[in-house]
């Protein structure tokens, strides 16, 4: 399980002021309008409007809401991707290691 997520921008770049411990969480971030967590988990009618207003600002800016892996970890797929390419460790960076997410940003929340 994550620890964070936050959101992926077109050109690939994590968005930090979206960082936060969960996927709802980022998803309320990023909703202009102030959606109650409480509300979210027992009304599906309330549910519904927060993912089509999601949805509407996803498809629009073209983002993601993503997993954050643990620095350890990206240092670790960096040193893997580097080893393989025959590029230096040192010229890899982990934010530039890319993997497939299981996580879409287009599902929607459901308790």
Not at 21 to 43: C, H, I, M, N
Not at 48 to 65: G, P, T, Y
Not at 70 to 91: D, E, G, I, T, Y
Request: charged share 20%; hydrophobic share 35%.
């Amino acid at each position: 399980m994550p620890s964070a997520w936050t959101v992926r921008d077109s050109k690939g770049q994590l968005l930090a002021h979206f960082i936060a411990g969960s996927w709802l969480e980022v998803a309320r971030k990023v909703v202009p309008t102030r959606y109650d967590a409480f509300r979210l988990q027992v009304s599906s009618s309330y549910r519904e409007m927060f993912n089509h207003d999601l949805k509407v600002v996803l498809e629009r800016e073209v983002w993601q809401i993503v997993p954050i892996k643990r620095r350890s970890q990206l240092h670790a797929q960096a040193n893997v991707v580097a080893s393989k390419c025959s590029v230096p460790r040192s010229s890899v960076r982990p934010s530039t290691v890319r993997t497939s997410q299981n996580h879409s940003s287009t599902d929607h929340f459901s308790p």
